[in-house]
């Protein structure tokens, strides 16, 4: 490797750090604290539940 080939490959290390440094703060400031309640009637309800069949524009089932 010469000099130039160092030199790109430590800039593109560098960039890489970077990013990884600014999305790991945006996460910190932004979604640490983040929960979801999950409610876990409403989940059974809604995995068991059959889905309702497509309807085309015209209102009537789709034909296949």
């Known amino acids: 490797m010469n000099l ?5 490959r430590n800039d593109i290390a560098l960039v890489i750090v970077i ?6 703060a945006l996460w910190w400031v932004f979604f640490r604290g ?3 309640a999950v409610d ?6 809604h995995l068991i539940a059959t ?3 497509p309807i085309s524009v015209n ?4 034909a296949q």
């Not at 990013?19 to 790991?24: F, P, R, Y």
């Open 19 to 24: 990013k990884l440094v600014l999305i790991m």
């Open 51 to 53: 889905p309702n069949p």
């Open 34 to 36: 983040a929960t979801v």
């Open 4 to 8: 130039k080939d160092r030199k790109l």
């Open 59 to 62: 209102g009537e089932p789709h």
């Open 40 to 45: 876990d009637a409403a989940t059974a309800a």
